[in-house]
């Protein structure tokens, strides 16, 4: 036990220093314009993918999430996602990254599940009978445009105040998506299965990954396909994530993040296989800051996405 502690504030004790180191080079980096350009596209690559608002739930407290014990809920990061609510459909907002990375989601589930289900990914309604469940849908950026494919979409959050927002900017825009207060923990109780399960961003803001990786398995219909995205547990995610984009910069209120919640590549992998599933793809995305966009790269150190199918 003594050994374990040790090793525990050793760590501790790392953090705080490469916390320090990262904020003094910040700060001498925002004086320098070429330099601060080149820790905006860093950071921005760590956090385009990860404005996630899911924590499974259904009682309401202050903030408007129901909590049940079968679920994956941890309150607290519903609660700081239920206050941006309002922000989802703003370019220039808060979700501003979100909005810049959307694109390139798009097109990651877009062209998979293409090839998997054999449709036309240049077709206006590529995802045309196709179900989708959006696990941890804020408002909707990414239920809308699938809809708009053609695919039949529900949308979860357990945040009213998203789902209100989502539901009103999706009868404003006339795109048909069911959104629900709701948990897919729920979902699949009530033997609900679709097509197409996305849990975005949403892995490293739940109180239990392995039990909430279980529960989107499990939603998945036979022949079906997960997609996942989420942050590496790594030191540089640690640096451009957590202390770039919430302290040097202020792109994020501080606590959006907690860095031993992230998870690595192989611990999402082996919870997937745990759950029946089988992982096909996996990509990091990098951001180019002359082109203003992102792409897919081999490097995962700090964003990645999968997809999955059955075993």
Same mark, same amino acid.
């Given at each position: 036990?003594?050994?374990?502690?040790?090793?525990?504030?050793?760590?501790?004790?790392?953090?705080?220093?490469?916390?320090?180191?990262?904020?003094?080079?910040?700060?001498?980096?925002?004086?320098?314009?070429?330099?601060?350009?080149?820790?905006?596209?860093?950071?921005?690559?760590?956090?385009?993918?990860?404005?996630?608002?899911?924590?499974?739930?259904?009682?309401?407290?202050?903030?408007?999430?129901?909590?049940?014990?079968?679920?994956?809920?941890?309150?607290?990061?519903?609660?700081?996602?239920?206050? %941006?609510?309002?922000?989802?459909?703003?370019?220039?907002?808060?979700?501003?990254?979100?909005?810049?990375?959307?694109?390139?989601?798009?097109?990651?589930?877009?062209?998979?599940?293409?090839?998997h289900f054999d449709r036309d990914g240049r077709?206006?309604?590529?995802?045309?009978? %196709?179900?989708?469940? $959006?696990?941890?849908?804020?408002?909707?950026?990414?239920?809308?445009?699938?809809?708009?494919?053609?695919?039949?979409?529900?949308?979860?959050?357990?945040?009213?105040r998203n789902i209100a927002v989502a539901s009103?900017?999706?009868?404003?825009?006339?795109? $048909?998506?069911?959104?629900?207060?709701?948990?897919?923990?729920?979902?699949?109780?009530?033997?609900?299965?679709?097509?197409?399960?996305?849990?975005?961003?949403?892995?490293?803001?739940?109180?239990?990954?392995?039990?909430?990786?279980?529960?989107?398995?499990?939603?998945?219909?036979?022949?079906? %396909?997960?997609?996942?995205?989420?942050?590496?547990?790594?030191?540089?995610?640690?640096?451009?994530?957590?202390?770039?984009?919430?302290?040097?910069?202020?792109?994020?209120?501080?606590?959006?993040?907690?860095?031993?919640?992230?998870?690595?590549?192989?611990?999402?992998?082996?919870?997937?296989?745990?759950?029946?599933?089988?992982?096909?793809?996996?990509?990091?995305?990098?951001?180019?800051?002359?082109?203003?966009?992102?792409?897919?790269?081999? $490097?995962?150190?700090?964003?990645?996405?999968?997809?999955?199918?059955?075993?």
């Amino acid at each position: 036990m003594k050994a374990e502690s040790r090793h525990v504030n050793a760590i501790d004790a790392f953090f705080q220093a490469k916390t320090a180191f990262v904020l003094r080079r910040g700060r001498a980096i925002r004086t320098k314009g070429r330099r601060c350009g080149h820790l905006q596209a860093d950071v921005a690559s760590a956090i385009g993918t990860n404005h996630c608002r899911y924590a499974s739930a259904k009682s309401f407290g202050s903030s408007g999430v129901n909590e049940r014990k079968t679920s994956t809920v941890d309150p607290e990061e519903v609660a700081r996602f239920a206050r %941006l609510a309002e922000t989802w459909w703003d370019p220039n907002g808060p979700m501003r990254p979100l909005h810049k990375f959307n694109p390139l989601r798009l097109r990651y589930i877009r062209d998979a599940a293409c090839r998997h289900f054999d449709r036309d990914g240049r077709s206006a309604h590529p995802f045309s009978g %196709l179900t989708v469940l $959006d696990v941890g849908c804020g408002g909707g950026m990414l239920s809308e445009p699938l809809a708009r494919m053609g695919g039949i979409v529900t949308g979860l959050d357990p945040a009213e105040r998203n789902i209100a927002v989502a539901s009103a900017h999706a009868r404003t825009s006339g795109v $048909d998506v069911r959104y629900l207060d709701d948990t897919v923990e729920d979902v699949v109780a009530r033997g609900e299965r679709y097509d197409i399960v996305l849990a975005m961003e949403v892995v490293e803001h739940v109180s239990d990954v392995g039990a909430f990786v279980q529960s989107c398995c499990a939603a998945v219909a036979p022949g079906g %396909l997960l997609f996942m995205a989420t942050l590496n547990r790594t030191l540089r995610a640690y640096a451009l994530a957590i202390v770039g984009a919430e302290y040097v910069l202020g792109w994020l209120p501080r606590g959006t993040h907690q860095w031993e919640k992230f998870v690595k590549p192989d611990e999402l992998t082996d919870a997937i296989e745990a759950g029946g599933l089988m992982v096909g793809e996996l990509s990091g995305v990098s951001y180019n800051p002359l082109r203003d966009e992102w792409a897919l790269s081999r $490097d995962t150190s700090v964003n990645y996405l999968l997809v999955a199918n059955g075993a």
